[in-house]
Structure formats: structure tokens, C-alpha cells
């Protein structure tokens, strides 16, 4: 008898179907988990840091209904386009109105902008979901060469480098950092786009989990040290989407720790480039829970300080668009930032899709520009759901949500349309070598084969239950 031990076979999960029909889309019940949590962590945010008094309470019952009936009664995928939006703006902009006990109180004003928008929103929602229309996820089968992905990659790091060079050190690193990043950048911004483009779209494009987690673990410093935080952050958040997400009970615990590194690197970064000293030892944790006041305190001072007679009445989108052309263009958001008096060091300030909206068309326009911009994202995101594979859908829904927090233009230029030409350029390369490797004589399935699909996330991603 062989010495041998024979190892007890396990039970192999079955894969999920990859049919044409495509995946179902729907919230994971580790996700509901993770709701239940937010509304949680609303109530415990007015216990500790929010208001006392009857408009403050009100809105903290408010957020809370107004998550469960976004993700419970009109049943938005979580991790949709449309959901991790709705997720941005809670964490980004809503929430704020709750920290203002650690910082400075928020306006009647702008509470009772949110909370307009809290009541109206899901009205807009339930008209985009139109049950039995929205319910899987592509599987197209773009799934391209195998050295696709490493080109790709290395794209990514001859462009990050040559910025590097261009600017001849590390941003990050520089004495008066939050000034000279944005001085890095002028006229250099589109290596580093380029750059967080690939490196994305690279990392999801790669089979093998060991090397996504590597090539995440590379790129991340890079983009951390030009001074950009939110694309580094944003590829952690994605890994963690098309990894964690589908594994059961796990994805709590996943989550809480992904979340805890992200809002502690996201405020050491700040820290890093603000200076040591600008924060007192005894508040040390302010800069960590700043991100997730800041634009709630931009939209405030917007909404107090604008001038009335200043409405630009849609000029803010063109001036974003001006600074495509060539020679030293202001941004509007910078813009913002003299008219409103800031002199803080770095670059512009991020209004929040509310505050756009507000310098735009008034009060008016931030009750109703931020809706059609919700009709913008569920729109793209149901297009997306169709035609787009399932790894590329959750990056292009990041890329959506950040519309929550800045502005238009901006966002579609920088983030969603370039991702948007890395995954056409990706169908093409695709397209073109099946078109090589087939022949008239053989069948699609063999076709299939050679070219392998994307590899499926896991089961529990798509299902409701």
C-alpha cells in the first residue's frame, strides 16, 4: 500500500453560467449587510457628531429611509453604477451634514437642499429601474490576448515615469507638496490620466487574482506619489468589488478593513501634503473624517457665498471645456474658488454636483440638476449593464459615481471617457485577433476557446438572495 496520503476531495463550486443571456445583476446579501450598516453608522454619526436640534434629527431619519428605500424597497444593485453613485453621495456629501459637530455647523440651507433631493430622488429611481427590463450584466466575451493586459501595465509605468521625469522628483514628497503637486500637474495631467487609465483597466483585464493584487500594489504608490489620491484609491475599490464582494460572510470583514485603510491612507495623504503641523496631535483624527465633510463644507459656503448676481447659467461646463484648448486655461472649479474667497494651499474646490447646480441656476438648479444628472448615471449605467463586460462595468461605475462630488465635465473627461476608449480599444484588439485565428470552416465555439471569456465574478454578485 502506497505511503501516500490521499487528500479528501472538496466540493468545487459551480461556475457560473456564461451563456448569452448574460449574468443577473442584483444586491449580494453580504451588501444588504453592509446597508443596514450605513444607516447604523447615519444614526450613530447624529448621536455623536450631529446637531441637536429637530432639522438635524429629521435628516439623519431621512438618510437612513431614504437608503433603505433606494436598495430595499426600489431594489438598486449595490454595486450598479446607478447604486455605487447613490453610495458616493452618501458617503461624500450627505454624511457631512452629520460631521459638522467636529468642524463647522452646515447651513439650514444646504440640509434643506439634501433633504429635497432625499424625497425627490426616488421617485426619478423607480422610473429608471423599470422592473423586468435591467436584470443581467453582459458577457460579450472580450476577454483579449493574454499580453494585452501587461501592455497595458506597462503603458501605465512609462507614463507615470516620464511625469515623474517631466517633473524631476516626487510630488508627494516635496516640501510645500499641496502647492507644488498642482504645479506638477499644469500641463502634465495627461500622463497621469493616462496612466491611472491603463493601470485600471490592466489590473481588471488580468486573470489572475496574485498578479491583480501585485500590479495593485505597484501602481498605487506610483499614482499616490504624483499627489493624486482618488485614482489610487478608486483601483483599490474596484479590486475590492470584482474580488471581495461575491465571498459570503467575509465581505463584512473585507469591507470594514478595506474601508479602514482607504479613509486612513486618504487622510495621511492629506496630511502628508497639508504638513504635520497644520493639525493639532489632540484632533489628529479630524483629517481622516475630513474627506467626508469637505464637500458637504464646499457646498455650504457655496450656497452662502455665491453672489447672486454671478449665476452662470451653464458657463461653469463650457469653462471645462475651454481647458482642453492649448495655453493656460482656468478650470471651473478654480474659478469658484477666487469668487468664493479661498485661499487654502492646492488646487480648485470640488462643489459637489448640488453646488454646480446652485452656481449655475440657483437654488433651483441644485434640486433639479442633480436629479437629471441621476437620470445621466442610471441611463449610462443600463447601456453599461448590456453592452459592457462585467469586470469593465464596475470600473465604469466608479467612474460615474465620481460625479457625485465634482463636477461635470471634469469627470467625464478625465475619468469616464478615457476608460470608455480603453475598453473600445480592447473590443477592437479582440475582434481583430479572432478575426486571425478563425477560420470560414470553424465553428464559433472553436473560436471561443482560443479566445477564452472574461473570467466570471462569483455567483452571489448577480443573485438578490
Not at 468545487?12 to 453608522?41: N, Q, Y
Not at 466575451?141 to 516620464?162: C, E, H, K, T, W
Not at 463636477?407 to 479582440?430: E, G, Q
Request: charged share 15%.
Amino acid at each position: 500500500m502506497s505511503g501516500r496520503r490521499r487528500l479528501a476531495s472538496r466540493p468545487r463550486t459551480a461556475a457560473p453560467d456564461c451563456s448569452e443571456e448574460g449574468l443577473e445583476l442584483g444586491t449580494p446579501a453580504s451588501a444588504k449587510a453592509l446597508i443596514i450598516s450605513l444607516v447604523c453608522l447615519t444614526l450613530v454619526c447624529q448621536v455623536s457628531f450631529g446637531g441637536a436640534d429637530l432639522l438635524s434629527q429629521v435628516y439623519a431619519v431621512t438618510l437612513c429611509v431614504y437608503l433603505l428605500v433606494i436598495f430595499f424597497v426600489l431594489r438598486v444593485p449595490a454595486f450598479s453604477g446607478l447604486g455605487m453613485y447613490v453610495f458616493y453621495l452618501f458617503f461624500f456629501v450627505q454624511l457631512g451634514v452629520l460631521l459638522q459637530g467636529l468642524y463647522q455647523p452646515i447651513s439650514r440651507s444646504v440640509v434643506y437642499i439634501l433633504l429635497g433631493y432625499m424625497v425627490l430622488s426616488p421617485f426619478v429611481v423607480f422610473l429608471l429601474r423599470r422592473p423586468g427590463k435591467h436584470k443581467t450584466l453582459a458577457n460579450t466575451g472580450n476577454q483579449p490576448p493574454s499580453g494585452v493586459p501587461a501592455l497595458l501595465f506597462v503603458i501605465g509605468l512609462v507614463s507615470v515615469f516620464a511625469f515623474y521625469a517631466q517633473v524631476g522628483t516626487v510630488p508627494l514628497l516635496a516640501p510645500d507638496a499641496e502647492n507644488f503637486r498642482i504645479e506638477a500637474l499644469a500641463g502634465r495631467a495627461s500622463n497621469v490620466i493616462l496612466a491611472s487609465t491603463c493601470f485600471s483597466v490592466a489590473i481588471l483585464l488580468q486573470p489572475k487574482a496574485s498578479r491583480r493584487l501585485l500590479w495593485l500594489a505597484i501602481a498605487c504608490p506610483l499614482l499616490l506619489g504624483s499627489g493624486v489620491r482618488s485614482q489610487a484609491m478608486t483601483m483599490v475599490l474596484i479590486v475590492f468589488v470584482t474580488y471581495w464582494v461575491g465571498r459570503g460572510k467575509r465581505f463584512l470583514l473585507a469591507g470594514g478593513v478595506i474601508g479602514t485603510i482607504l479613509v486612513v491612507g486618504y487622510g495621511l495623504v492629506g496630511v502628508a501634503r497639508a504638513g504635520l503641523d497644520t493639525w493639532a496631535w489632540s484632533s489628529i483624527y479630524k483629517p481622516f473624517l475630513w474627506r467626508l465633510y469637505v464637500n458637504t463644507s464646499n457646498l455650504d459656503a457655496v450656497v452662502r457665498l455665491y453672489p447672486d448676481t454671478q449665476f452662470r447659467y451653464g458657463g461653469t461646463f463650457l469653462d471645462d471645456l475651454v481647458v482642453l484648448l492649448p495655453g493656460p486655461q482656468e478650470s471651473s472649479m478654480m474659478k469658484l474658488k477666487y469668487v468664493l474667497g479661498m485661499n487654502f494651499d492646492g488646487g480648485s474646490v470640488t462643489p459637489s454636483v448640488f453646488g454646480e447646480w446652485y452656481v449655475n441656476f440657483g437654488l433651483v438648479g441644485s434640486l433639479v440638476g442633480p436629479l437629471l444628472v441621476l437620470v445621466l448615471v442610471g441611463v449610462l449605467d443600463r447601456i453599461h449593464a448590456r453592452h459592457v463586460d462585467s469586470r469593465m462595468y464596475y470600473l465604469l461605475g466608479f467612474a460615474l459615481a465620481g460625479l457625485a462630488t465634482t463636477s461635470l465635465v471634469p469627470i467625464l473627461i478625465n475619468s469616464y471617457i478615457p476608460v470608455m476608449a480603453a475598453y473600445a480599444l480592447v473590443v477592437v484588439v479582440n475582434k481583430s485577433t479572432l478575426g486571425r485565428r478563425s477560420s470560414p470552416g470553424r465553428s464559433v465555439s472553436r473560436v471561443r476557446r482560443v479566445a477564452p471569456r472574461w473570467e466570471p465574478l462569483p455567483d452571489p454578485l448577480f443573485s438578490w438572495d
